[in-house]
Structure formats: structure tokens, C-alpha cells
């Protein structure tokens, strides 16, 4: 059975385009079939984006399975002062990440890079945001978190969406572990906006 969080290179394409309104402007990206919530933007995405939004984020910002890079992508649109890295292990999400980040005008901002978790990612970051593959399973998800500390710079942070009844819970406990300070940004609709911060 395939997955978004796999290489299917036999499953069937059917390109389509899915838009949103996100700070009052209108965002269209092109998506596919085996890529995360390739038919809508998914709520919890968008809970985090909108959580996101008014931290005033600035510098670099690692999307961490980035799918067709819809977190990331907003932020670079709406946020002039980012530069953005976005990583997947899907190849065809990766596509679909670059040709977006074209159609949005900020590919200047904006790489795509293969890496399953972290092993093609290098250098620090001022933000990791993550909407987690879940469905993966721990192995996979608490690898992200566990490898967010030596990808991000002192003071960073790790900022992710759950579903409460999907381990929300455990992840903030898991997180508090490896990080010093982690705090509940959002509670809203039965999803959990986690940020952990790595200690200056």
C-alpha cells in the first residue's frame, strides 16, 4: 500500500491544485496523488500556520517533511525575511515543493532537498516546523524531535502540530526530555501546537 511518507514511483499522477486564504491572501499549490492531504489544505496545517504567523519569525527555517511544502511555502510568501529549507523523503512531493515555491516567487528563499528525517540536512536553523507523519509511526517522528537539537541554533525552536488523540500528549513529554523549555503555543479543534525551545 503506499503512503505520502514513501517513494511510490508507480503510483498513477493526477496534478491538481488546491488554494487557500492565509493572512488574507490567496495561495494556490499543485498537488498530487501521494503526497500529504493532496486534495485540501489539512486542518492541522493550517491550525500551525496560523499559530505561526504571529511570532514574527526571521531567519532560517527548516521544513521538515515539507510534502508539497505547504507550511513552509506560506511562510516564505508572507514572510520576506525567511530562507527556507525544505526536506521529504518523497521525490514527488519534493517536486511539487520547488515547482510551487516557483509559482509563489520566492525559489531565490526557497531550497528542496531529499533526506529521510535529517541524514540529508546540514548546518543549524532558526525554526524546524513539522506537521509530523504521524501514520509513520514514533521510530520515525521521534527521530525528528530527538534530531531537532543539533539542527538548531541556541535559542531555536521545534514547533510541530499533533492531534491529541494521536499522542499529543506523550510527545510533549517525550519533548520535555530533550529540550529545557516546552510550551503549548494552541489548543484548538483537538490538535496541539508544541513548541520546544533548545536552551541558549
Request: aromatic share 8%; hydrophobic share 40%; charged share 20%.
Amino acid at each position: 500500500m503506499s503512503h505520502y511518507y514513501i517513494n511510490d514511483d508507480k503510483l498513477e499522477s493526477k496534478p491538481r491544485l488546491i488554494s487557500f486564504t492565509m493572512d488574507g491572501k490567496t495561495i494556490s499549490l499543485m498537488s498530487d496523488n501521494g503526497v500529504f492531504s493532496k486534495n485540501e489544505l489539512d486542518q492541522g496545517t493550517e491550525i500551525l500556520i496560523k499559530s505561526l504567523l504571529p511570532l514574527g519569525l526571521s531567519g532560517d527555517i527548516l521544513d521538515l517533511g515539507c510534502g508539497i511544502g505547504t507550511i513552509g511555502l506560506t511562510l516564505a510568501y508572507l514572510l520576506p525575511h525567511v530562507t527556507l529549507t525544505c526536506v521529504d523523503v518523497n521525490t514527488r512531493a519534493l517536486a511539487l515543493a520547488s515547482a510551487n515555491a516557483s509559482s509563489l516567487n520566492v525559489s531565490t528563499r526557497v531550497r528542496c532537498l531529499q533526506s529521510d528525517v535529517y541524514s540529508g540536512v546540514e548546518g543549524q536553523f532558526n525554526y524546524i516546523v513539522s506537521n509530523p507523519p504521524i501514520r509513520a509511526g514514533k521510530k520515525v517522528t521521534y527521530a525528528m524531535y530527538a534530531g531537532a537539537v543539533e539542527h538548531l541554533v541556541e535559542g531555536g525552536s521545534l514547533i510541530i502540530v499533533i492531534r491529541k488523540a494521536q499522542g499529543a500528549e506523550s510527545a510533549k513529554t517525550y519533548l520535555e526530555s530533550i529540550f529545557s523549555n516546552v510550551r503549548i503555543l494552541e489548543k484548538k479543534k483537538g490538535f496541539w501546537i508544541i513548541q520546544a525551545t533548545k536552551a541558549n
